[in-house]
């Protein structure tokens, strides 16, 4: 059995390959899976700690398992990251596990390919600024990976809850050649972006729809539970929505309540990544159309990063025999 470090992951989830082929596992179909296993511990600060498991498998190839944490207060208390996980994959034939790969890498491969596949379907061709609303872990991969899909952005403008925060992050990107700047007013950055990328723990909507301007791509990363959200309902009755998964509208907050209150119904959904991919349903129709998609993960993704992971470990082409 293979240890696989995030040194490793990084190194063979460069984005080039790892977007196609997750373009290329959408044509197919889904792994097998399991419900997810979601534990909340509460907090009096409003912001539980969490335990997540999935799996997903795919009979005679392979079996993924993952283990993930979210506990808000790491940073502040312990100088830790405060999501932290595992991945294990076993031979599909034998049962044997063959590899544990460092979790946080994979989340963020995974996670910033994800919302990269959709901007690359859904997102205008000559887009060039990119906001980034969020500055955890996360973010910079976001920012890396929109900008392999869309090599036209020439901006990105960073806004955190937290000013030092969003500084830190405008200066990796500097460090990178990437021009960044960090923004203090949420709204004015929004009205400015091509691409919004956000990724925050927030549960009151902070994106608001009246500000976004025609054309523009709104990638929601952020509410992986009921109780979080991230935009408003302006956002959804303006832009034309997608979600990387159709299970994701069941479990997320940018679903759930507008959903109850009748602000949208499942049928205002697009379509999915497999029926984008797939040629299904159509993207992106005109310059001044606002798009929206919801990457809600799911262990299918995982599996597939996983499955890609390997195969490139063992110098194999990328193959998947998931069908619909």
């Given at each position: 059995?293979?240890?696989?470090?995030?040194?490793?992951?990084?190194?063979?989830?460069?984005?080039?390959?790892l977007?196609?082929?997750?373009?290329?596992?959408?044509?197919?179909?889904?792994?097998?899976?399991?419900?997810?296993?979601?534990?909340?511990?509460?907090?009096?600060?409003?912001?539980?700690?969490?335990?997540?498991?999935?799996?997903?498998?795919q009979?005679?190839?392979?079996?993924?398992?993952?283990?993930?944490?979210?506990?808000?207060?790491?940073?502040?208390?312990?100088?830790?990251a405060?999501v932290?996980?595992?991945?294990?994959?076993t031979?599909?034939?034998?049962?044997?596990?063959?590899?544990?790969?460092?979790?946080?890498?994979?989340?963020?491969?995974?996670?910033?390919?994800?919302?990269?596949?959709?901007?690359?379907?859904?997102?205008?061709?000559?887009?060039?600024?990119?906001?980034?609303?969020?500055?955890?872990?996360?973010?910079?991969?976001?920012?890396?990976?929109?900008?392999?899909?869309?090599?036209?952005?020439?901006?990105?403008?960073?806004?955190?809850?937290?000013?030092?925060?969003?500084?830190?992050?405008?200066?990796?990107?500097?460090?990178?050649?990437?021009?960044?700047?960090?923004?203090?007013?949420?709204?004015?950055?929004?009205?400015?972006?091509?691409?919004?990328?956000?990724?925050?723990?927030?549960?009151?909507?902070?994106?608001?729809?009246?500000?976004?301007?025609p054309?523009?791509?709104?990638?929601?990363v952020?509410?992986?539970?009921?109780?979080m959200?991230?935009?408003?309902?302006?956002?959804?009755?303006?832009?034309?929505?997608?979600?990387?998964?159709?299970?994701?509208?069941?479990?997320?907050?940018?679903?759930?309540?507008?959903?109850?209150?009748?602000?949208?119904?499942?049928?205002?959904?697009k379509?999915?990544?497999?029926?984008?991919?797939?040629?299904?349903v159509?993207?992106?129709?005109?310059?001044?159309?606002?798009t929206?998609?919801?990457?809600g993960?799911?262990?299918?993704?995982?599996?597939?990063?996983?499955?890609?992971?390997?195969?490139?470990?063992?110098?194999?082409?990328?193959?998947?025999t998931?069908?619909?």
């Open positions: 059995m293979q240890m696989i470090d995030a040194a490793r992951v990084h190194a063979l989830l460069t984005y080039d390959g977007i196609a082929a997750l373009r290329q596992a959408h044509l197919g179909g889904m792994p097998q899976m399991s419900d997810r296993m979601l534990y909340q511990q509460p907090r009096p600060d409003g912001h539980p700690d969490i335990f997540i498991i999935l799996a997903a498998w009979p005679q190839e392979g079996l993924l398992a993952k283990l993930v944490t979210s506990f808000p207060r790491n940073k502040e208390l312990h100088g830790i405060t932290n996980s595992i991945y294990t994959f031979n599909g034939e034998t049962g044997v596990t063959e590899a544990i790969i460092d979790g946080e890498a994979m989340i963020f491969r995974k996670t910033s390919a994800d919302s990269a596949l959709g901007a690359s379907l859904l997102a205008r061709e000559d887009a060039q600024t990119l906001l980034m609303v969020g500055a955890g872990g996360l973010a910079p991969y976001l920012a890396r990976a929109h900008r392999s899909v869309r090599p036209s952005i020439k901006s990105v403008l960073v806004w955190n809850r937290t000013p030092q925060n969003a500084d830190h992050l405008v200066a990796t990107l500097d460090a990178e050649g990437i021009l960044a700047t960090a923004m203090r007013d949420l709204d004015e950055a929004v009205g400015q972006a091509d691409i919004i990328s956000s990724a925050t723990m927030t549960s009151e909507p902070i994106i608001k729809g009246r500000l976004l301007k054309g523009v791509h709104v990638d929601l952020g509410s992986f539970t009921p109780e959200r991230e935009a408003d309902d302006d956002v959804l009755l303006r832009a034309d929505v997608f979600v990387d998964h159709r299970q994701t509208t069941q479990r997320s907050g940018e679903f759930v309540s507008p959903f109850a209150r009748g602000v949208i119904t499942p049928a205002d959904i379509g999915d990544l497999f029926e984008l991919c797939q040629r299904k159509v993207g992106r129709t005109s310059p001044d159309q606002i929206m998609m919801k990457n993960g799911g262990s299918h993704m995982d599996y597939f990063v996983a499955k890609y992971l390997m195969d490139r470990l063992h110098n194999r082409a990328f193959r998947t998931c069908s619909d």
